[in-house]
């Protein structure tokens, strides 16, 4: 059973960082591309960013690009956000996503987290 649970959240002022961890387990991931989303109260769930199954190619939201850094590490079944220069509007509930297809954008799979809560501090 295909199972992804995300850490690393909590409370950063804006300009912090923080990184976030999905563990991946239940088979083997590494033929997938994965992804990240959010979603903020009252708002509907939105792409973040994306990485393909050999981590060869990456796609970020406009929003992020150039202050998130998206990684995996396939023998360990992990992927990862870096999130750097956070900003308020950065709060949200970040989910991972897998089994999805990154050809130009990403269209998400049927696979998700639980979530993990990121709150920026103004």
């Known amino acids: 059973q295909v199972q992804l649970v995300e850490s690393g959240g909590g409370l950063v002022q804006a300009g912090g960082s923080l990184r976030l961890s999905c563990a991946a387990s239940?088979?083997?991931?590494?033929?997938?591309?994965m992804g990240w989303f959010r979603q903020a109260p009252g708002k509907e769930r939105e792409f973040v960013a994306a990485?393909?199954?050999?981590?060869?190619?990456?796609y970020y939201a406009d929003s992020v690009k150039g202050r998130f850094t998206i990684s995996r590490d396939n023998a360990k079944n992990m992927m990862y956000l870096q999130m750097n220069s956070l900003k308020p509007e950065d709060t949200a509930v970040y989910y991972c996503?897998?089994?999805?297809?990154?050809?130009?954008?990403?269209?998400?799979?049927?696979?998700w987290g639980q979530g993990t809560q990121v709150t920026v501090s103004s």
């Open positions: 996503n897998t089994d999805g297809r990154l050809v130009g954008s990403y269209r998400p799979g049927d696979y």
């Open positions: 990485i393909s199954w050999s981590g060869g190619r990456r």
């Open positions: 239940g088979r083997t991931f590494s033929g997938y591309d």
